[in-house]
C-alpha cells in the first residue's frame, strides 16, 4: 500500500527511528502506526541481541533527590559511543527514566524495568527500543540512598555522580554532606569505614603487603607486622570516613563532619562513573 510522507514524519515523531526505517516498518505493517511501533521495537530486540558484548562505557549519569531530602535516586544509562551521549534527545531519555524512579521508588533494577514508561510500554521496552532507534546497545541501572539527609552531586559533565546519606538533618549539614558528594566523586572511596571493608578484601591486602615486603628483603619475622602498617595506610586512603579531604588535607572526613555537628556522619553511599 502506499505510505504517505505524513506518516512517516508521525512515526519519526513518535519513536525517534530514521526515516527510511519508519517507512519500511509502516509499509510492514500496512499503514498501522501501532503495529509499525512495534515492527521497530522487535528490530530494536534483535539489534539488542546483536550487541550484548558491546561495551556501554560512554552515556549519563544523574543524581536527585526528593523534595524532603531524606531519599536520593541514582540512574545511569549507558551508551557505546560520546557522540550519542551527548544527544539532546538521549539526555532528557535518561532525565525521564530519573523522574520514572523517584515518582515510583522501585526497590532494585529488575522492578525499575518493570515500571510503566508510558501508558504502552515498561521501562525494559523502551529500552529495546531506543536501541533500535539508536543502533547501539544501551544498559541501565540505578542507586538508591535513604537517610535523616541525602545529598546529591552531579559532576559537570554528567559522567560521574553521587549519593551521600548522612544522620543528621538542617542546612548546615546540607552544605557540609555537599562537600562530602564531591569527595565521593573526587576520592572514589571502596566503603564507608574499615569496619565496612570485606573480610576478602583485607585478606588479599595483607597478603599483598606481606609478599611486597619479603620481596623487599625485610625479615619473614616483620613481614607480618609491615603488612599490617600498610593496611593502616590502605583504609586511610580507600575508606570514606578516614580518607583525607579533597579540600584540606590536613583533616579527615570524620573530622570535617565533627566541625559542623560532633555526632555527624556518614550513614551510606554510592557513586557511578564512566570515565
Known amino acids: 500500500m502506499k505510505i504517505t510522507a505524513s506518516q512517516v514524519n508521525e512515526l519519526r515523531k513518535k519513536t525517534g527511528a530514521g526515516m527510511m526505517d519508519c517507512k519500511k516498518a509502516l509499509v510492514e505493517a500496512e499503514g498501522d502506526m501501532e503495529v509499525a511501533i512495534d515492527v521497530l521495537r522487535k528490530k530494536g530486540q534483535k539489534v539488542a541481541a546483536k550487541r550484548q558484548d558491546r561495551e556501554t562505557s560512554e552515556g549519563l549519569v544523574f543524581a536527585k533527590t526528593n523534595e524532603s531530602l531524606t531519599k536520593g535516586y541514582l540512574v545511569v544509562l549507558g551508551c557505546e559511543t560520546d557522540f550519542v551521549a551527548k544527544n539532546e534527545d538521549f539526555g532528557k531519555l535518561t532525565q525521564s527514566f530519573v523522574e520514572i524512579a523517584m515518582n515510583n521508588n522501585p526497590a532494585n533494577l529488575e522492578e525499575f524495568k518493570a515500571l510503566k514508561y508510558d501508558d504502552k510500554i515498561t521501562v525494559e521496552e523502551k529500552i529495546t527500543e531506543q536501541i533500535g532507534v539508536i543502533g547501539e546497545k544501551l544498559a541501565l541501572d540505578f542507586k538508591v540512598i535513604e537517610a535523616n539527609s541525602v545529598v546529591a552531586y552531579n559532576h559537570p559533565g554528567n559522567q560521574i555522580a553521587t549519593l551521600v546519606g548522612l544522620n543528621k538533618e ?19 572511596p571502596v566503603a564507608l569505614n574499615k569496619d565496612s571493608v570485606s573480610e576478602e578484601v583485607i585478606a588479599r591486602e595483607l597478603e599483598v603487603g606481606k609478599e611486597l615486603a619479603i620481596q623487599e628483603g625485610k625479615p619473614a619475622e616483620m613481614a607480618d607486622k609491615i603488612a599490617q602498617g600498610r593496611l593502616g595506610k590502605f583504609f586511610k586512603e580507600n575508606t570514606l570516613m578516614e580518607q583525607a579531604m579533597f579540600s584540606d588535607n590536613k583533616k579527615s572526613v570524620s573530622q570535617f563532619l565533627k566541625e559542623t555537628d560532633n555526632d555527624l556522619t556518614v550513614t551510606g553511599f554510592e557513586r557511578i562513573s564512566l570515565s
Open 170 to 188: 538542617g542546612e548546615a549539614v546540607q552544605v557540609a554532606g555537599k562537600q562530602v558528594a564531591m569527595q565521593v566523586a573526587s576520592m572514589a
